[in-house]
């Protein structure tokens, strides 16, 4: 009996620890307007846009040195993220592949900001968000909570 409760509370752990870290995964993946086989079909938060995301990451957490919330002039969110070597050759890597084209900024399976890609050089970058206002005071947040180990 002593087994079973024990394998139990085990297999009860292990769930919640693979549903805490879904709800908090951080991604940047290629994305399009135009559905693509093989992509899931996505609304973008605070939009009615539809998107389609590659099932693969480009970007992870890992891939981010540091990252700092900032207020701009005027009240927008922002969030400055330096990403490391190999990360800022994987978004080199995906702005090349995806040029005037989107990517989206995954965070707990919820597209936060889907921008069409301009162009990327360095090391650091700007999220911004899809409101006139910069990101949401919860996206920060929810942003910074799946970046947490960086700070």
Request: some cysteine; proline content about 3%.
């Given at each position: 009996?002593h087994?079973?409760?024990?394998?139990?509370?085990?297999?009860?752990?292990l769930?919640?620890?693979?549903?805490l870290?879904t709800?908090t995964?951080f991604?940047?993946?290629?994305?399009?307007?135009?559905?693509?086989e093989?992509?899931?079909r996505?609304?973008?938060?605070?939009?009615d846009?539809?998107?389609w995301?590659?099932p693969?990451?480009?970007?992870v957490?890992?891939?981010?040195?540091?990252?700092?919330?900032?207020?701009?002039?005027?009240g927008?969110?922002?969030?400055?993220?330096?990403?490391?070597?190999a990360?800022?050759?994987?978004?080199r890597?995906?702005?090349?592949a995806?040029l005037?084209?989107?990517?989206a900024?995954?965070?707990?399976?919820?597209?936060?900001?889907?921008?069409?890609?301009?162009?990327?050089?360095?090391?650091?970058a700007?999220?911004?968000?899809?409101?006139?206002?910069?990101?949401?005071?919860?996206?920060?947040?929810?942003i910074?909570?799946?970046l947490?180990?960086?700070?």
């Amino acid at each position: 009996m002593h087994q079973i409760m024990t394998w139990t509370a085990c297999c009860m752990v292990l769930l919640f620890s693979g549903t805490l870290q879904t709800e908090t995964q951080f991604s940047i993946r290629a994305a399009s307007a135009q559905p693509v086989e093989g992509w899931q079909r996505m609304q973008v938060e605070h939009s009615d846009r539809t998107i389609w995301v590659a099932p693969t990451a480009a970007i992870v957490a890992s891939d981010i040195e540091k990252a700092q919330p900032e207020i701009r002039d005027g009240g927008d969110r922002v969030i400055r993220v330096v990403f490391t070597d190999a990360g800022a050759s994987k978004i080199r890597d995906l702005t090349a592949a995806q040029l005037k084209d989107l990517i989206a900024l995954v965070v707990g399976g919820k597209v936060i900001w889907a921008p069409v890609v301009q162009a990327m050089a360095g090391k650091e970058a700007v999220l911004t968000g899809n409101l006139t206002t910069g990101l949401t005071e919860e996206e920060v947040d929810r942003i910074m909570v799946s970046l947490r180990q960086l700070n």
